[in-house]
């Protein structure tokens, strides 16, 4: 990691990517190849898995665990993550056996039987619960796993509390366990395909519930010497350490669990939800002054972001650390079915078949469906896209380029026009999301054309890539490539051509502030906005903790 050179804050980054043992053949396994957690792949050791009828609960409601092991016994120890980890049970002696899985899992879910029932008491406080599995391996040894389960308030009036939605759509499009997600798969007639749906009926992968401290982030802590051929770490742990290979592009332990940990730190009583609260209850919204999304906040549906829209327009607030705010899902099968075609949306989604095309499970910009992310959150994702990784931005700005020190959310910060906000925790990555713009009197704006709503202002702005451009990176080497970039290009202008290329391929990623309304809404449109809460950014939890206070109307110096 970073080390601190003498007399000054200037941090100095290693200038060779970090090593986790593996063969040239390995790393790039790592990087390409797809592998992922099914049932049988630790045999000879042992298993032990589980997951959860529901994401969330209220107090008061039922809890089913599944649960299928090698062992015959195993035990549970549940604990509330927040600004402390706080015990809640333990049981040992619980009985299990080993259930059959069907092959498409990811998909149609895991059909196990009931393990185990447990009612969520009236006095469990909203937040996330981490339910750690042990038992004892073939040889002995004991075996271990993580599930987790979320908490949802009750509803009514929440004066001074703040809800945090985790951004479980997301969790759900890259989990890896049984083969198949929104990204890679082991779906279709030569079992090569992502999913278009995928279940919830299924363990989390291996990190997205907890990670030790070491576990690199996705955007790249090397400063990268002239002409490297790029490497990810993330992935070469993930690789040399079993973990799931999308461990740090979701999940509670790379993403949600530090703004909650931070928040509840910080003194914030604060509450959290499911986006499927959002989608099936969204009154949850009407007890808050304040909601906010962080980290990775990719898959949202049509209702999801209805219930956000109402909430503004009538007095609520927004507070948006999050990036990537990209595709369109349905749910099916009373939410434990998400649906995202993605790139194959205009050809296999039955939107486009005679259903509802606005419903279409595509880009939110893809014009057919009307509503481009903009209209919500102030960003779009196919403005923005990738920093600080890869061949995209890989020696860029790290932190956000400030031109409006002036604005409130910056007051107290000491910052001023030039600066970069967070360069030093690195929260500018590896996904953003912007506005197209231009430049006058040194001070961005929104182009008419941008989508940006009314008396939206960009406070800052930093460069993106969608595409890995370079003469350096054979292109068996490219990761990202221009697959994107083309995917943009024909979404938006109907063709996958160079010339629509040119046009989507340079993208920022912005920190924005508008009015709706009776309410407002303020986006930091990156992933990794929590990264600088994670890494104690004082700056960035000055403006994080101006944003929470501000609209949760506390005053100032409270
Ligand atoms: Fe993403």
Request: hydrophobic share 35%; glycine share 12%; proline share 6%.
């Amino acid at each position: 990691m970073a080390a601190s050179c003498f007399r000054c804050s200037l941090t100095q980054l290693p200038t060779e990517f970090p090593d986790f043992g593996l063969t040239p053949e390995q790393r790039r396994e790592a990087v390409r190849g797809h592998y992922y957690e099914w049932p049988g792949m630790d045999g000879s050791s042992g298993e032990l898995w589980c997951y959860s009828d529901r994401l969330s609960y209220r107090p008061g409601e039922m809890v089913t665990l599944f649960v299928s092991s090698t062992a015959a016994q195993f035990s549970i120890a549940i604990v509330r993550d927040g600004g402390i980890e706080t015990s809640i049970f333990e049981k040992a002696g619980l009985s299990a056996r080993w259930q059959d899985t069907p092959d498409q899992c990811s998909v149609e879910g895991c059909g196990w039987e009931a393990s185990l029932e447990f009612r969520i008491g009236e006095d469990w406080l909203s937040g996330a619960y981490r339910v750690a599995l042990s038992a004892e391996g073939r040889d002995g040894k004991p075996i271990h796993s993580h599930h987790l389960f979320i908490v949802a308030p009750l509803p009514g009036r929440k004066p001074g509390r703040l809800l945090q939605v985790a951004a479980t759509g997301t969790w759900l499009a890259y989990n890896t366990w049984g083969g198949s997600n929104h990204y890679q798969g082991i779906t279709g007639p030569n079992r090569n395909q992502y999913a278009t749906m995928v279940s919830t009926q299924r363990p989390w992968c291996r990190g997205f519930v907890v990670l030790p401290k070491e576990a690199p982030r996705v955007p790249l802590e090397v400063a990268v010497p002239p002409k490297t051929v790029p490497r990810y770490p993330h992935m070469e742990w993930a690789f040399a350490t079993g973990r799931s290979k999308k461990y740090a592009s979701s999940g509670w332990a790379s993403y949600d669990s530090h703004f909650f940990r931070f928040a509840e730190r910080a003194g914030y009583a604060v509450d959290l939800a499911s986006q499927h609260e959002l989608h099936f209850s969204p009154e949850i919204l009407d007890g808050y002054d304040c909601v906010v999304f962080v980290g990775h906040d990719e898959y949202w549906t049509w209702e999801m972001r209805d219930a956000v829209d109402n909430y503004v327009a009538r007095g609520g607030h927004a507070a948006r650390f999050a990036g990537n705010f990209m595709w369109q899902t349905r749910l099916e099968d009373e939410g434990r079915r998400q649906v995202c075609y993605k790139y194959r949306a205009r050809s296999e989604d039955p939107a486009y078949r005679g259903g509802n095309v606005t419903r279409a499970t595509n880009s939110w910009e893809a014009p057919e469906i009307g509503r481009p992310g903009s209209a919500t959150f102030g960003l779009n994702a196919t403005r923005g896209v990738y920093a600080g990784w890869g061949g995209c931005a890989p020696r860029g700005v790290r932190g956000f380029p400030v031109y409006r020190p002036e604005h409130w959310a910056f007051a107290g910060t000491g910052i001023y026009y030039g600066d970069l906000l967070g360069a030093d925790s690195h929260v500018y990555g590896y996904e953003v999301d912007g506005l197209d713009f231009e430049i006058r009197g040194g001070l961005p704006y929104p182009t008419a054309t941008s989508g940006a709503p009314d008396g939206l202002q960009v406070l800052a702005v930093g460069m993106a890539s969608q595409v890995e451009e370079s003469a350096d990176i054979p292109i068996e080497d490219q990761f990202l490539t221009d697959e994107d970039g083309r995917f943009t290009a024909e979404t938006l202008f109907g063709e996958a051509s160079d010339a629509n290329l040119d046009k989507v391929k340079r993208g920022n990623g912005m920190i924005v502030n508008f009015p709706r309304g009776k309410g407002e809404v303020f986006h930091a449109g990156s992933c990794e906005w929590v990264a600088g809460l994670l890494r104690q950014d004082a700056m960035v939890e000055r403006v994080t903790k101006n944003v929470l206070d501000r609209y949760l109307g506390r005053e100032k110096g409270e």
